[in-house]
C-alpha cells in the first residue's frame, strides 16, 4: 500500500520543526568559536580564511551538480552578504578583540529583533500585540542572562560603536535579503555571498591587520584549526543555511526573534566547556527569553 501524502509529509513536517532548534544551537556556538580562535590570528584575518574555506567547500558542489546561478539577483545577494557576513561578522569580532565583553556584545547585537520589528512594515508585514509583548519578553531574558557578565572594564567607544555597525549590518542584511532575494539556490548563492565578503575584508586585513600571502600573522595551533573547521562547516555553511531556510519560509520578525535564544544557550555552552558562572539569574532569564519568543512565533 502506497503511504498517503499526508502520511508521507510528517517527517517533513517534524524536520522543518527542529530547523530553528538547530539553528539556534548552532549560531550559539560563534562565541565559543571566538574564545578558541581569536588568541592564534586576528579577527579580519581568521574572517578571510572563514570565507576562504567556505568556498573551497561551496564550488565543487556547485560545479558537480551543476547549481543554478541566481541570474538577475546576483547584485542583490552579494549586497545581502557582504552585510550579514562581513559586517556583522567583523564588527562583532573586532569588538571582542579590542575588550568588548562578550555578554554586553551579546545584549547590544539582541536588540536585533526590535529593531527588524520596527522595520517590519517595509517589507509588507505586521507584528501583531503579543508580539511586541514577545520581543519585550525576549530582550529581557537576553538582559536577565547576560548581567552578571556585563564588565566595563577595558570597554572603548570604539568597540561599542563596531557592535553597533554590527547590529545595524545583520539587520538590515535580513531585511535586505528577505525583500529582494529570499530565494535563491543555497549553493550559488552563499557561494556569491563570501566571494564579496572576501572582496570587502581582504584590503582591510592587509591595511590593519598587515595580512601577507605567508599568513605570518597566524599561529597554526591544534586549537585554531579546529576552530576554523568549525566556523568554516557548521557555522558559515550549516547555520547560514538554515537562516536562509527560515528567511524563506517565515517572517523576519519571527525568524530575528530566535537571536533571543543565543545569548542564553552560548551562556549553558561556556558553563559547561569553560566553567564560567551561570547563575539563577541566568536561568530565569533563559525562561523569560524562551517564553518571549514563543509569543513571537506561535501562529
Known sequence: MMPSPAGASRPRQLLMSLVPLLFVLIWSTGFIVAKFGLPYAPPLTFLLLRFT???LVLLPLVLLFRAPWPHGRIRHVAVAGVLLQAGYLAGVWCAIKIGMPAGLSALIVGLQPILTAFAA???GESVRGRQWLGLALGLCGVGLVVANKISLIGLSTASIALCVFALLCITAGTLYQKRYCAHFDLRTGTAIQFMASIVVVLPLAVAVEGLDWRLSNVAWTPQFIGALLWSVLALSIGAIFLLFALIRRSAATSVTSLLYLTPPTTAVMAWLMF???????????MLVGVIGVAFVVRK
Open 121 to 123: 512594515p517595509l517589507l
Open 53 to 55: 574555506g567556505v568556498l
Open 275 to 285: 566553567g564560567e558562572a551561570f547563575s539563577l539569574i541566568g536561568a530565569l532569564g
